[in-house]
């Protein structure tokens, strides 16, 4: 399967916002994409709309030969088919759930939980419960546990927005190399340019619903 | 760009603190909301009462010249007739105010405004005597009625006296409450005839002897005990056999003058009108008989001070029982539309959910009256389950139901609120991490919902403490079956004896709706708490 040739994700989507239409036509090249745009222009949305979760989506969504969307045929293959990793900005941790309960959410080996604790510096926090976390190491677990799902894509949303400077890159190191193995595409969208350069090959800017090169 | 943030930053600030602001509205709205629903009407209208009546003016005069007459309610057909005969013979206008006879002497005790007061038997006028409230010298035997047995119109067969009703394998007999005349009669009758004991079993009370009247018209019970006069005004029914001579109580109604009066000219010259050649020939045409001059027999027989032996706990546990079963039949099909109510969007919703919130402010009353033709014996369902062993009228499992109806719409939104706190993102999240709707339903919207869920069956519980109205109707008032806090409270609002065992209730029911109101604050305190991290970063 490629990983550089482009054509594993192209997505045509139409999506009313607030005030704008989201409306992209989109075949990114490479598997490690930024999307930049300003807060409020819907990047988050695109993201949603890729994890399946924004029902009034219309068009095409095709990943790796899988259509995932084709709104002309009413299909839509349901958030939990689609195997993608989400990790939302704010983290979204089950409140209920240790941090080694949420990591191991998606049915991961307690072996695969205790290694993913020790790449993201949580191994001391697993017993815990997320209401005693700081917003950066939420953030490192809502990343393990979309990690540990085994998807065959990986969405971040201001994956970094909480984390200091030095464990930004140590944390980019680690999602680029994990990615790297298991061959898994990632579109990470940003208001941030420093985030772009830490992951991403290929930038896209999201201005007034549509997507442009960069 | 960071400007932008900034300003829509500020605006989340914004929107936050407008929110806890509805939260707080809506706290003390809950608050207020829940006391009023849960502390049962009737027990509410009992203190009112008990505050209130002392209060009340005794002497202040009736409005303008019309004579006040409180009446038996078999009477009040007839009555209005014979008043509307007196004004034209130059009397004047008649009031009237019709209820059980045992709901009525304890008013006229308490000093109700009232120039006549008829009753239904010696006893209760008797026991008026005794306290003063009626002037002994004006006491009259005005009119007398007979006892029936009644069956449904349809019925297939019936008994032909007394003595058959034991082997005719009647399942539900109706008589009127214990304290009303009517009931007391027909219980009377019935030891005379010796086949009470036989039948305790089966007797369901109604409040009023109409009540009754209207169970066996309906055909939930096969038959039932009333008044002569009750049964010929109902197409519905048919007289069996009465109850009357050899040896049987007669059925009295003396009439006497209040000791508070105003009027006492004119309240003497009523009786004395009624007891005349024009008002008996009314009476006749109503199916009434002529009473003797003087005394009376049940006026002679020793005074049974009126009082039924209802004992509280009973009443208590009962409730508890009852309230308990309300909570767990109710528990899934609450989740199940509170979750709908939160989570889902359909064509037709609101009405759906205005179907679901009826029973709150529909009358009780009403409610029952519903359930009882959903799943009365005469009803489909009602029939089935009946057949399979399920009767649901006049049983403890009808008590449970209607008092699960009427909880029903607290309990459905309490658990729709628990939903509505749990952020649907965590469920979006569950679904990208491969795990589908139903199972995330398990592992994440209910564990997260769970404290506000308890909290809805809390509410429930206290709600269903407090039901009266719909179990009334669909369950009657049985001792130890379906005779709950409420209802045993107005059963001893008729018996003057009572008022210990009212006291105690009063103050076991006030606890319990209390103590289920803080477990109720609490659990939804722990539901916001447990969830408000996530809203705030």
């Known amino acids: 399967m490629s990983t550089d040739s482009g054509g594993r994700l192209e997505a045509q989507i139409r999506l009313p916002l607030d005030t704008i239409e989201l409306d992209v036509d989109w075949r990114p090249r490479t598997d490690t994409v930024a999307i930049l745009g300003p807060s409020g222009s819907g990047k988050s949305t695109l993201l949603r709309a890729l994890a399946g979760l924004e029902a009034r989506a219309r068009g095409t969504i095709r990943f790796d030969g899988a259509t995932w969307l084709d709104s002309d045929r009413d299909l839509a293959v349901p958030a939990w088919e689609r195997r993608v990793g989400w990790v939302p900005q704010e983290a979204l941790l089950f409140p209920h759930l240790t941090l080694r309960q949420n990591l191991a959410y998606a049915g991961a080996e307690p072996a695969g939980v205790e290694k993913m604790a020790e790449r993201l510096f949580l191994t001391e926090l697993l017993e815990r419960r997320p209401r005693f976390l700081s917003g950066g190491e939420r953030q490192r677990v809502a990343l393990g546990r979309a990690l540990l799902s085994k998807p065959k894509l990986l969405l971040l949303d201001e994956p970094f927005s909480a984390l200091d400077r030095p464990l930004r890159s140590l944390v980019a190191n680690m999602v680029r190399s994990f990615t790297q193995e298991t061959d898994m595409p990632i579109v990470l969208v940003s208001h941030d340019d420093a985030d772009a350069e830490l992951l991403a090959d290929e930038r896209w800017s999201l201005v007034a619903g549509r997507l442009n090169p960069e | ?537």
Not at chain 2, 114 to 123: K, L, N, Q, T, Y
Not at chain 2, 375 to 393: C, E, K, Q, V
């Open chain 2, 1 to 537: 760009m960071s400007e932008g943030k900034h300003n829509l930053g500020n605006l989340k600030h914004q929107k936050l603190s407008c929110r806890l602001s509805v939260v707080q509205t809506k706290q003390w709205l809950r608050w207020a909301f829940a006391v009023q629903i849960i502390v049962p009407q009737g027990l509410a209208a009992t203190v009112a009462l008990g505050v209130l009546a002392p209060s009340q003016d005794p002497t202040s005069a009736p409005d303008g010249e019309a004579l006040v007459v409180l009446a038996a309610s078999s009477l009040q057909d007839v009555l209005p007739v014979a008043a509307h005969a007196w004004a034209g013979a130059g009397g004047t206008r008649v009031r009237f105010n019709f209820d059980a006879t045992s709901r009525l002497a304890p008013q006229v005790f308490r000093g109700a405004p009232a120039d006549v007061f008829i009753s239904a038997d010696g006893e209760w006028m008797r026991w008026l005597e005794e306290r003063a409230s009626v002037d002994p010298s004006t006491v009259l035997p005005l009119v007398t009625n007979q006892l029936v047995f009644v069956v449904p119109r349809d019925a297939a067969s019936a008994p032909t006296t007394a003595a058959e009703l034991e082997r005719s394998g009647l399942a539900r007999l109706a008589l009127a409450g214990e304290d009303v005349p009517a009931g007391r009669y027909a219980k009377m009758a019935l030891e005379m005839a010796g086949v009470w004991d036989g039948l305790a079993s089966s007797v369901v009370r109604g409040g009023s002897v109409r009540g009754a009247l209207e169970w066996v018209a309906a055909g939930e019970v096969d038959g039932g005990i009333v008044y002569r006069t009750d049964a010929r005004a109902e197409g519905r029914v048919r007289v069996a056999f009465s109850l009357a001579g050899d040896g049987f109580p007669e059925v009295l109604y003396p009439g006497a003058v209040a000791a508070q009066t105003r009027n006492r000219e004119r309240a003497l010259e009523f009786l004395a009108f009624l007891r005349g050649p024009e008002a008996t020939a009314i009476f006749s045409e109503a199916g009434f008989g002529r009473a003797g001059a003087g005394a009376t027999p049940s006026l002679q027989q020793p005074l049974q001070v009126p009082s039924s032996i209802i004992d509280p706990w009973s009443a208590v546990r009962l409730s508890l029982v009852v309230a308990l079963g309300a909570v767990i039949l109710g528990l899934i099909p609450a989740v199940a539309v509170g979750w709908m109510l939160a989570r889902r969007d359909f064509f037709g919703k609101s009405v759906v959910s205005m179907l679901f919130m009826a029973p709150l402010v529909v009358p009780p009353v009403i409610t029952g009256f519903l359930i009882l033709s959903v799943l009365g014996r005469r009803s489909a369902i009602g029939g089935f389950l009946d057949g399979i062993g399920f009767p649901i009228p006049f049983t403890i499992l009808g008590a449970v139901i209607a008092a699960m109806v009427v909880g029903f719409p607290l309990y459905a939104m309490a658990i729709r609120g628990a939903f509505d706190t749990v952020d649907r993102r965590f469920e979006e999240v569950s679904w990208t991490l491969g795990v589908p709707r139903g199972l995330t339903f398990r592992r994440i919207s209910l564990p997260l919902a769970l404290p506000g869920i308890a909290a809805g069956a809390v509410l429930a519980f206290a709600r269903a403490l407090g039901e009266f109205g719909a179990t009334v109707v669909l369950a009657g008032n049985m001792e130890g079956e379906t005779r709950t806090i409420a209802l045993a409270v107005y059963s001893l609002l008729e018996s003057p004896s009572g008022r210990g065992a009212m006291w105690t209730l009063v103050i076991a029911s006030i606890t319990l709706s209390l103590v289920a109101l803080l477990g109720f604050e609490s659990l939804s305190r722990w539901q916001r708490r447990r969830l408000e991290d996530h809203h705030v970063h």
